[in-house]
Every structure is written in structure tokens, then in C-alpha cells.
Antibody
């Protein structure tokens, strides 16, 4: 069974930093591209970043320069470093695995909530 | 970036009736080399992560009921629920994965009339 478990969320002050983690199990982690998607309270889905199995990455314009995606295939883990946090970064952050045959998002974690407030 | 626009923003349909949600992309998401539309549909219920329903615009994910179908090509796509069930109440999103910057539509809230 594919499992994605996010952690690292919490309350952080504006301007602060946070590192989100996603522990993956039930599949060969290094063989799959991964993504981060977020959802602000009561709002829609926002795709944030992609990383291939070998480490190539892409970002949404809205987070480029502040967010850094990374992975450790030996630890079956995905990460998202978030710097210079703003109130508008308050959201649930989802870790997502792509499909076997394409870049659609098949498996989603339950998400971790990041709240940016003073 | 490719902008995805869904319509309507909300929809109320009677049980057993057809529900239709539209999604339009600002540029084509059809890749000519493989004749595939890089378009997916997701369902999200309150307090849950999204669930993949449809990919390649019309391929139903394993385990998704046959009443869900996707159609369209290029820039215009449709998600159809042929006979609405109570458990289909949710928000539905389209997403393109054609470009290196994936984008979602704003969502369509489906309710029972």
C-alpha cells in the first residue's frame, strides 16, 4: 500500500522558515517523480513544485526563490524548505506521487498545516 | 503559465440526474507526438485530500465508478457524472500536466438540488 505522511507543519512567525517532510512507503521511491501542492483554508488547490527521481525540479512562479524541493531516495523522503514565510503561505501542504505512466497525481498524503501568524 | 478555467463555480443537480463540469485551458494541452491530452480531474470531499478520477482527459482511474467520464481535447474538456449519487457531493478540480508548471482550475462545488 502506498503511504505518504507529511510532517513539519506548525505555527511560524512571518519571515520565518520551515522544512516540511514527507515519508513515503509502499513503492520504490526513487523511481517516481513527486510534487508538493497546497490548499489555503477554504480555497482551491495550488501546485507548488515538482522533483524527478534524479532530482530535477520545477516551481510555480509564486514560490520560486523562496521554496526549495529536495529528496533523499535512500531515506524514502521528500522535503520542502520554505523561507521568508508570509501570511498567504498559510495552508495545508500535500505531498503527492505521480502515476506510473504520466504526471497526473495519483497518491496524496493527508497534508500538514502551516500557519503563518505573529 | 497555462491558466485553467472551470465553469460553473458551483452546481446543484438532483439525485439521479446528469452533472457536467467544464474546464478550459489557455493553451492546448494536447501533445501531438503521442496524441494525448495532459489533463486530469480530481474529486475532493471536506477534510480529505483530492482523489484522482480521470487522467489523459478520458481514462478513468482504477476503482472510479463508471458514472464518471471525461471528454474533450486541446483546450476544452468536460467531466460528466451520468447519474448523480449523494456521495458525489464534493469539489471537482481539473489540472493540466502538459507544461513543467502544472496548474489547477479554481474548482467546481457540486451539491444536491
Amino acid at each position: 500500500e502506498v503511504l505518504l505522511v507529511e510532517s513539519g507543519g506548525g505555527l511560524v512567525q512571518p519571515g520565518g522558515s520551515l522544512r516540511l517532510s514527507c515519508a513515503a512507503s509502499g513503492f520504490t521511491f526513487g523511481s517516481y517523480s513527486m510534487n508538493w501542492v497546497r490548499q489555503a483554508p477554504g480555497k482551491g488547490l495550488e501546485w507548488l513544485s515538482y522533483i524527478s527521481g534524479s532530482g530535477g525540479s520545477y516551481y510555480a512562479d509564486s514560490v520560486k526563490g523562496r521554496f526549495t524541493i529536495s529528496r533523499d531516495n535512500a531515506k524514502n523522503s521528500l522535503y520542502l524548505q520554505i523561507n521568508s514565510l508570509r501570511a498567504e503561505d498559510t495552508a495545508v501542504y500535500f505531498c503527492v506521487r505521480e502515476g506510473d505512466g504520466g504526471s497526473y497525481s495519483v497518491y496524496w498524503g493527508q497534508g500538514t498545516l502551516v500557519t503563518v501568524s505573529s | 503559465d497555462i491558466v485553467m478555467t472551470q465553469s460553473p463555480e458551483s452546481l446543484a443537480v438532483s439525485l439521479g440526474e446528469r452533472a457536467t463540469i467544464n474546464c478550459k485551458s489557455s493553451q492546448s494541452v494536447l501533445k501531438r507526438s503521442n496524441n494525448k491530452n495532459y489533463l486530469a480531474w480530481y474529486q475532493q470531499k471536506p477534510g480529505q485530500p483530492p482523489k484522482l478520477l480521470i487522467y489523459w482527459a478520458s481514462t478513468r482511474e482504477s476503482g472510479v465508478p463508471e458514472r464518471f467520464s471525461g471528454s474533450g481535447s486541446g483546450t476544452d474538456f468536460t467531466l460528466t457524472i451520468s447519474s448523480l449519487q449523494a456521495e458525489d457531493v464534493a469539489v471537482y478540480y481539473c489540472q493540466q500536466y502538459y507544461s513543467t508548471v502544472y496548474t489547477f482550475g479554481q474548482g467546481t462545488k457540486l451539491e444536491i438540488k
